[in-house]
């Protein structure tokens, strides 16, 4: 059993930022790859970025590449998302995930959900 609680979500103007956090406890020691994702009302979740635990591979939705920066503290168990120049289109409740496997980008890929953080971007 995984649980995730996510923070630091809320309400900004476009081209400002935002850093969300991601709290992994409980038996976290199959977990290798740790996600975002985001769901805007009535759309499908959308894959947004990824990180390993052990060797810190990222990788990132087109539409947030170069504006979104995601890291980890093994430590803490914890995974952030730094989000800069934010847009109207990021407009979505955010949504921590981990997987089991590597290299997951997938929603079928992830055992384990938070309950998101809502982010609102104003024009």
């Known amino acids: 059993q995984v649980q995730l609680v996510e923070s630091g979500g809320g309400l900004v103007q476009a081209g400002g930022s935002l850093r969300l956090s991601c709290a992994a406890s409980?038996?976290?020691?199959?977990?290798?790859?740790m996600g975002w994702f985001r769901q805007a009302p009535g759309k499908e979740r959308e894959f947004v970025a990824a990180i390993t635990w052990s060797a810190g591979s990222t990788y990132y939705a087109d539409s947030v590449k170069g504006r979104f920066t995601i890291s980890r503290d093994n430590a803490k168990n914890t995974v952030y998302l730094q989000m800069n120049s934010l847009k109207p289109e990021d407009t979505a409740v955010y949504i921590c995930?981990?997987?089991?496997?590597?290299?997951?980008?997938?929603?079928?890929?992830?055992?384990?959900w938070g309950q998101g953080t809502q982010v609102t971007v104003s024009s």
């Open positions: 409980g038996r976290t020691f199959r977990i290798y790859t």
């Open positions: 995930a981990a997987a089991r496997g590597l290299n997951s980008r997938r929603v079928n890929e992830y055992d384990y």
